[in-house]
């Protein structure tokens, strides 16, 4: 991120634009109907919002420099270059009001993915030094830490040794021919290390062989976020490296929206070549071992929950029947909000949105939408599977003066779970 | 005095306590660990939970208030950890569990306080070799076996 200019970021716009992005420009029929599906248009009702506008200084590039039309105009002088104070215009469209949640590649009719355009456009925002500082701070911590936090491993070691205190089981840290690594978001070791303990309860009783690893603990990837690749594929292959030399057959991808995307669906892309293990995400194993009958409840939930589907898990990650399998199980009334699974509502957090101080009035204004979806249901508590998402969920119930509990799916599960049949039968 | 050798017994002490009860010995864990907190929301809502004869209505608005210390002092995601600042939001849960209803958390108001309380110990005690949550669970077996005993 270093020497920013807009020469760079024209020119990082330029690789952006591959034969997707390319095809999806073309496509474009400007029906307008994404406004509809992006919540920073539904509840501001501001035209700016429209995610395919959020797009336009990589759609001029995209015009000037590969078609026909835009490339004859550009000769004639007829066309305006993208040019720096633009940029500087639609950094906040790009970063603060756009949770890269998918939402509007759900709804256009012509199949563009908006999300991952918009993924595309921070590459060159990133170089040409229009990122917002929260950002930049998240990803150089990342980079030369280990976390985007700033959390180093003397500070998991003590979460850890609390855990251990607390549940009296010991946490596996670098255990070779382990079967799954599990790694956490910063946000677990901060906020809420009780999920640690949580998943040492089902494990155990479920008999997984797991580990931590002390070289790569960090789930998260904000190289992806700000839109930086080289960043994006370090850190991806951190993981990897520790994964090959823990020999382990499985990494687990914990409750992180963005984590998910990054490790599991771009990590194989970042690197440049396929894993030699499988990712999952925590709720696809606890499903799993639900489905193997590995998961022995002791009561059940009798509140009234209802699930917030991460966008990244759910809309562009594919884990969206599980945590209904594993709600159902663990609840006896789990209700619906109007508009769930691939079609829900971001929290308005996700996509580095929660780590840019200047996008917080936004985030709460438009977390009416999801105020609108929990007051259809009226539950006792929202369970969701996202550190971030709860962490917002809880600033958006404060501030619309809501009542309800945030918990979190695995510790729900760990809460009602048997104990453990040492008998051996 | 009652003997307090591990977290087991700890624990089934605890539970053995009625509401009252675990509000009161919750309050003396949180109080314990209320300087590694600047916020003076949390020192008020503590003052209300120790009071034995606190009316419904302040209980009420001491649960709100540590609600909202809870959430105005989380690390938000992706800015710069700070364990100081982060002992401070563990000392507002702990507050918040002491004033919550026992059927809404696992292990009781008391017991969660407790750990909560711990929590905000490790986070003063990160970078250094000192064993702070051991510490503050003898601190805990002492406040916990004084508490039974004065109800004698």
């Known amino acids: 991120m270093s020497g920013a200019s807009l020469e760079r970021g024209i020119h990082a716009f330029k690789e952006a634009i591959d034969a997707p992005v390319a095809s999806f420009f073309s496509s474009c029929v400007r029906c307008g109907l994404c406004a509809h599906a992006c919540l920073f248009f539904t509840e501001t009702e501001d035209p700016k919002y429209t995610p395919i506008h959020k797009l336009e200084p990589l759609r001029r590039v995209w015009q000037q420099e590969y078609t026909f039309w835009g490339r004859l105009a550009s000769a004639l002088g007829l066309s305006k270059p993208v040019t720096d104070e633009d940029l500087a215009d639609w950094e906040t469209l790009v970063y603060d009001s756009c949770t890269m949640c998918g939402r509007c590649s759900m709804i256009c009719p012509v199949g563009n993915d908006i999300a991952y355009m918009i993924r595309k456009m921070r590459e060159g925002m990133a170089v040409a030094g229009h990122a917002p500082p929260g950002l930049i701070g ?21 979460q850890i040794r609390q855990v251990e205190e607390e549940t009296g089981m010991t946490i596996p840290v670098d255990v070779e021919g382990a079967d799954y690594m599990l790694l956490l978001s910063s946000m677990e070791i901060m906020n809420f290390p009780e999920f640690i303990g949580a998943l040492a309860k089902i494990f155990d009783q479920a008999d997984v062989s797991w580990t931590i690893s002390s070289n790569a603990f960090e789930a998260t990837n904000s190289g992806i976020q700000i839109g930086v690749s080289e960043i994006a594929a370090e850190l991806v292959q951190r993981i990897v490296d520790a994964v090959e030399k823990l020999k382990v057959k499985y990494v687990i991808s914990p409750e992180c929206g963005h984590a998910y995307m990054a490790i599991r669906w771009e990590g194989p892309n970042l690197i440049g070549k396929p894993y030699s293990f499988k990712v999952v995400h925590v709720l696809e194993l606890l499903d799993e071992l639900r489905e193997q009958g590995r998961l022995k409840l002791s009561s059940k939930e009798s509140q009234r929950l209802t699930y917030h589907d991460p966008c990244q898990i759910a809309r562009r990650g594919g884990v969206v029947q599980q945590p209904r399998n594993l709600l159902n199980m663990v609840a006896d009334d789990f209700a619906e909000m109007p508009e769930t699974g691939t079609m829900n509502w971001c929290c308005g957090a996700g996509g580095g949105v929660s780590s840019n101080e200047r996008a917080d009035e936004l985030r709460l204004t438009v977390f009416k939408r999801k105020k609108a979806q929990l007051d259809a249901v009226r539950p006792d508590a929202i369970v969701s599977a996202c550190s971030n998402c709860r962490i917002h969920l809880e600033d958006g119930l404060e501030k619309y003066a809501m009542e309800i509990p945030v918990l979190s799916l695995t510790e729900t599960i760990a809460e009602h779970l048997a104990e453990k049949d040492k008998s051996g039968e | 005095m009652v003997e307090i050798a591990n977290d087991d017994d700890f624990r089934r002490l605890l539970e053995g306590l009625d509401t009252a009860g675990q509000r009161a010995v919750a309050a003396h864990f949180v ?8 916020d003076d929301r949390i020192r008020h809502v503590t003052e209300i939970i120790a009071k034995p004869d606190a009316r419904e209505d302040d209980l009420s608005m001491a649960f709100h208030t540590a609600r909202t210390v809870t959430v105005d002092t989380h690390n938000r995601c992706g800015a710069e950890c700070d364990w100081q600042d982060q002992a401070g939001y563990f000392v507002a849960r702990a507050a918040l569990a002491a004033v919550t209803p026992a059927d809404q958390l696992a292990g009781g108001p008391a017991f969660q306080a407790a750990m909560s309380s711990r929590m905000a110990r490790t986070c003063m005690g990160i970078g250094t070799a000192e064993d702070t949550a051991g510490q503050e669970r003898q601190a805990q077996y002492r406040i916990l076996s004084e508490f039974i005993q004065s109800q004698e």
């Open chain 2, 31 to 38: 109080d314990n660990v209320l300087p590694l907190s600047g």
């Open chain 1, 138 to 158: 998240a990803t150089q911590r990342a980079v030369t830490i280990g976390s985007p936090m700033g959390v180093k491993l003397p500070a998991l070691q003590a």
